[in-house]
């Protein structure tokens, strides 16, 4: 029997088999993997590089270094005792999978990390959790989209369970009520103004968000801090896939209290931007029939303008008789709620992490 060999991603031969992992494994149309990003992240490119260090790693059988078995990353931040493994894919051999583990541990110990946390691809900014039921459906905009069993892959290496999610798929809304009528109007008595982006300018509107969304985000689980260029570099590319009439912005004073951002359900094609993508994701854009609701948050100063944004959301599926997801809400969080009457399904994604001792 071959010998099993993890090694260390050093040589661009090797950032090529890893890089190439993917593409033997997935369903053609169902590749879940930015190979742009994957490509940055690996040479240290990506505009979030400059805050963790990456340790990649590949596992193959002795004389077959051309195919790799198993493939992930350990990203260490500068005095941080978590580290965080992602870029995880496997052809499903036991044995790679636990020697790639105990490999990465071995790392990680040797850097002082006290615990492991996966799959996160560097940041929660890049790609994070695991899909882990409703394989059969196709993949929608941003999904963090994996193969059937990986959740359990890391169970048989002594990962647990520590954070869930959930993403719900609505039926199309039938109707509004007299009820949300008087809430939304009683916002705007408060002195709440409520607009969509096609009356702002992205590149003003990007900036606010930001402003908002790290003070709404700093309390998410691994979260860390980015700074507005970064923010700008990463998010700057939707203003080419946005629906503008489904951007809604909340102003109170002149100051953004809330916001919530759908994308046209473009399922995966924006991870490869060939020419032909790239004209269906144009028709998609124009004629959206499904809609992935990817962010929404209001300030803690403004009860309540979450469930107004969700109406309004609400409103614009009634009229273009559209369907839509709410994705990758953490569980027990007000947004779990929203639109509850109308689900039709739901999927689950964890993060889990493990101690080193």
């Known amino acids: 029997m071959s010998e099993l060999i993890c090694k260390f991603v050093e040589e661009e031969i090797d950032k090529r088999r890893f890089l190439s992992l993917p593409n033997s494994i997935y369903e053609e149309g169902r590749l879940p993997n930015n190979r742009n990003t994957e490509y940055e992240l690996i040479h240290s490119k990506h505009i979030l590089s400059s805050d963790f260090s990456i340790y990649p790693y590949i596992v193959y059988k002795e004389n077959c270094e051309n195919i790799p078995l198993s493939r992930a990353a350990l990203f260490v931040y500068p005095n941080d005792e978590i580290g965080y493994i992602g870029l995880y894919e496997t052809r499903y051999n036991e044995n790679s999978i636990s020697l790639l583990f105990k490999t990465i541990e071995n790392k990680a ?107 709404l985000y700093s309390g998410f689980p691994m979260f860390k801090n980015i700074t507005k260029e970064q923010f700008l570099n990463l998010y700057n590319p939707l203003s080419r896939i946005l629906n503008p009439d489904m951007v809604f912005l909340a102003y109170k004073n002149g100051v953004l209290k809330g916001f919530s951002i759908s994308l046209p359900n473009y399922s995966n094609l924006i991870n490869d931007l060939s020419l032909m993508n790239l004209i269906k994701i144009r028709n998609i854009k124009k004629h959206s029939k499904e809609f992935v609701v990817l962010y929404l948050g209001a300030d803690s100063d403004s009860f309540g303008l979450g469930v107004v944004l969700a109406i309004l959301n609400q409103r614009y599926f009634v009229e273009n008789k559209c369907t839509s997801i709410t994705a990758l809400i953490h569980k027990g969080n007000t947004p779990e709620k929203y639109y509850s009457d109308m689900i039709s399904c739901q999927s689950n994604y964890v993060l889990l992490s493990k101690e080193l001792k």
């Open 109 to 215: 110990k040797e850097l002082g990390i006290k615990k492991l946390v996966g799959p996160i691809d560097g940041s929660i900014w890049i790609k994070y959790r695991f899909k882990i039921d409703n394989f059969n459906r196709e993949p929608y905009t941003c999904e963090p989209y994996n193969r059937k069993g990986y959740k359990v892959n890391w169970e048989d290496n002594g990962y647990k369970v520590c954070e869930e999610y959930l993403s719900n798929y609505m039926r199309v809304p039938t109707e509004c009520s007299e009820k949300e009528d008087k809430l939304i109007e009683r916002f705007k008595n408060r002195g709440y103004e409520i607009v969509t982006l096609r009356n702002k300018r992205f590149s003003v509107v990007i900036e606010e968000i930001y402003d908002l969304m790290i003070k």
